[in-house]
């Protein structure tokens, strides 16, 4: 078969649907109104860390004069205007959006008000906030047109005011929106009416305060942001350590070159003419007009008013049966295997396991891989305890985790000066395994026991984020993840592995495989399938690879939840595949790969993604489940995941993320997959 562009959906525009399916969620009148402001904040989020990287690097490409059709599948400068226009529109139906759930907020007596809209016996609070918490904090920023100007934080929002002096002149000044200071700020209630306040209106509530030096007829202010690019740059100076490098460059992310600019779509011509001289915007930059708000992120933060009617349940997280933290995790591992599901089951079993080898004196050493920690991290402190208690604690720390870089450069030097040994990864290459090995000694040899993850070990993302992690004492897949231990100490030497399937050298071959048994098979007339659930699939050799499996007669089914440049339903190339996303209460994280092997199903877990990042410039490792108990879980739980028709969006060549909808009875898999697990404590 000839492939042509049709054959694959564009990285960045695949993302960008996937940011739709978040706005989705954001206008769905069935979600929580609370939940529905917090959604809008995940999607602004995104968006900020899209342009930042993605959008910097398609930039970075049509600079250089590369063109980037070879890799794009376009022109740069094409896709740049694509997304810009993309972008706008969605920007346009997230106004629409926040203006909804405004309105629906008044109807439950809960009343966001503006400088022009405060109630007379709010005013003396006000004040009072802002002399008392607001104006200390305050950065502000008078323009002149003979200096320049001072180099604007990467995705901080500023106040633009221009005042219209009695002198007849214009003064320009730049006020910044404290980051360290709530965005949103609850006044006092009034009977049954609670009112919240934007930090942004308290300002222009507050610009006499403020200007109060100044002569002036008028006053505007109209919010503005601006995106750099995201990308480090190291340099070569070969007398600086890694961390002071890579030090370097996060701080020096916040001078990027601008790859957006948002402004306030009611700011006056001649103000944003003056700001976008001023600040060097060029063409080639994205220039978005928005709404009055920037920064929404903040609004995963909206407060909760105690109105837990406006709030998803909370689920108790569940016990894994058979695991027990009030017993020892080694006794029962030593038995058997088991599976915990985060966030349906507790992450404390992890904490509970790293606490019970800190104090244990059987414990020899503790290595484990860290990608991002969570702010206060407990697995941080457990791998110290057990430095400090004499064990050999081995730490290999990403310390390229995007975004993420600084807070991992603290923890790193943190335990370095508690005795912990610290590897900071392989040349060339991310670590993005999540895998941890502790060496035992029982009657008089060495017991490995460990875990193996599909996410990170981190106690504030393992409430949000569903993942795998699977606790064992199978010494044979411990040998091989001991063996991945050896490649960061050695890694000039290619190990062989046995069980697991590891990138960066052996992903691609071994996945090959397996899927060319599935061809075997078919065309033997024996049963055959794939089931996949993934976060990102982007890698072309790995589509192609399904595009032929499923050109054989092999069934694929596919749970992709963010990008998927894979064109599934297609006749003569993908029609035996069928593709969903699921965008829910939680943000699907778990990755898995089946395999039918002729009904005699191989089964993984795994960090990685099908992404060229994650088979080529990675260190991933994928675990097969052996037992028998834990197949059958994982199986029921892609089945379960499979059959949601309530939150699942269909995956096709439009993306139109339509959403999957049948006759049958109601399933939203995250509900029901809680429900399962309560099942399963009391069979």
């Known amino acids: 078969m000839t492939k042509d562009k049709n054959s694959y959906i564009n990285r960045e525009l695949s993302w960008l649907q996937f940011n739709d399916r978040v706005l989705q969620e954001a206008a769905d009148e069935s979600v929580p109104l609370i939940e529905r402001f917090r959604f809008l904040g995940i999607f602004s989020n995104n968006l900020d860390e899209f342009f930042k990287v993605r959008y910097a690097t398609v930039k970075r490409i049509d600079e250089a004069g590369k063109g980037g059709k070879s890799e794009l599948g376009m022109k740069a400068s094409e896709l740049l205007e694509i997304i810009t226009q993309v972008v706008i529109k969605q920007q ?161 992310r916040q001078i990027g070159d601008p790859v957006r600019f948002v402004y306030d779509k009611t700011i006056d011509e001649e103000t944003l003419v003056y700001l976008m001289s001023k600040m060097g915007i060029e063409s080639k930059d994205s220039v ?61 079993y992890v904490v509970k396991f790293l606490r019970e080898a800190a104090l244990d004196p059987q414990v020899k050493s503790i290595k484990i891989t860290i990608y991002r920690l969570a702010q206060i991290s407990h697995i941080a402190s457990s791998l110290i305890n057990a430095a400090k208690n004499g064990k050999k604690v081995t730490v290999v720390i990403e ?124 065309k033997d007339g024996k049963p055959a399938f794939i089931k996949l659930k993934l976060n990102s699939i982007s890698s072309y050799k790995m589509i192609d690879k399904l595009y032929e499996a499923s050109r054989a007669g092999v069934k694929i089914q596919m749970i992709v939840r963010g990008i998927c440049c894979l064109v599934p339903g297609v006749t003569g190339m993908s029609e035996n595949i069928e593709v969903i996303s699921i965008i829910d209460k939680f943000l699907e994280h778990t990755r898995m790969y089946v395999f039918c092997n002729n009904n005699d199903n191989k089964v993984y877990i795994s960090s990685a993604d099908w992404m060229t990042r994650n088979i080529e410039n990675r260190v991933e490792v994928s675990c097969p489940i052996y037992q028998d108990d834990i197949k059958k879980e994982l199986l029921d739980v892609f089945d379960i995941c499979w059959s949601d028709n309530v939150k699942a969006r269909v995956i096709e060549s439009s993306q139109s993320n339509e959403y999957r909808k049948d006759s049958k009875v109601k399933v939203r898999a995250q509900f029901a997959l809680y429900d399962y697990f309560k099942e399963k404590l009391n069979s």
């Open 288 to 348: 978005i007009p928005g709404g009055r708000y920037h920064n929404r992120r903040d609004y995963m933060g909206f407060p909760s008013l105690g109105r837990t009617d406006l709030l998803y349940d909370k689920i108790m997280p569940l016990p894994v049966k058979g695991l027990s933290i009030q017993n020892s995790i080694f006794s029962s591992i030593a038995k058997k295997d088991y599976l915990l599901h985060t966030p349906y089951q507790t992450f404390s």
């Open 92 to 252: 346009s139906t997230s106004l629409d959006i926040l203006a909804n759930i405004g309105e629906k907020l008044e109807k439950e007596r809960i009343f966001i008000v503006d400088e022009k809209t405060i109630k007379k016996h709010h005013h003396d609070f006000i004040k009072d906030y802002f002399i008392q918490q607001v104006s200390p904090a305050l950065v502000t920023i008078i323009l002149n047109d003979l200096l320049e100007l001072p180099v604007l934080k990467d995705i901080s929002a500023y106040l633009a005011v221009k005042m219209e002096l009695t002198s007849g002149k214009k003064q320009y000044a730049l006020i910044e929106i404290p980051k360290s200071m709530d965005r949103f700020i609850v006044l006092p209630s009034a009977g049954d009416n609670s009112y919240i306040m934007v930090l942004d209106d308290l300002l222009r509530y507050c610009m006499d305060d403020i200007f109060n030096i100044f002569n002036y007829n008028s006053i505007t202010a109209n919010m503005i942001k601006i995106t750099r690019d995201g990308e480090l740059d190291f340099d070569s100076d070969l007398s600086k350590s890694f961390i002071e490098k890579l030090s370097d460059s996060v701080k020096d």
């Open 399 to 522: 310390l390229r985790a995007r975004f993420d870089e600084q807070a991992n450069i603290d923890y790193a030097e943190q335990m370095q000066d508690e005795g912990v040994n610290l590897l900071f990864g392989v040349p060339g290459l991310k670590v993005h395994s999540k895998i941890c090995v502790i060496e035992r000694e029982e009657e008089n040899s060495i017991k490995r026991y460990g875990f193996i993850s599909t996410g990170n070990f981190n106690e504030s993302t393992s409430k949000i984020y569903t993942d795998f992690t699977l606790f064992t004492a199978n010494q044979k897949i411990l040998k091989d993840i001991s063996m991945v231990f050896n490649f960061f100490d050695t890694n000039y030497r290619i190990y062989r592995y046995k069980h697991i399937i590891t990138s960066p050298h052996y992903t691609k071959s071994k996945l090959f495989t397996l899927i060319d048994t599935e061809i075997d098979n078919v």
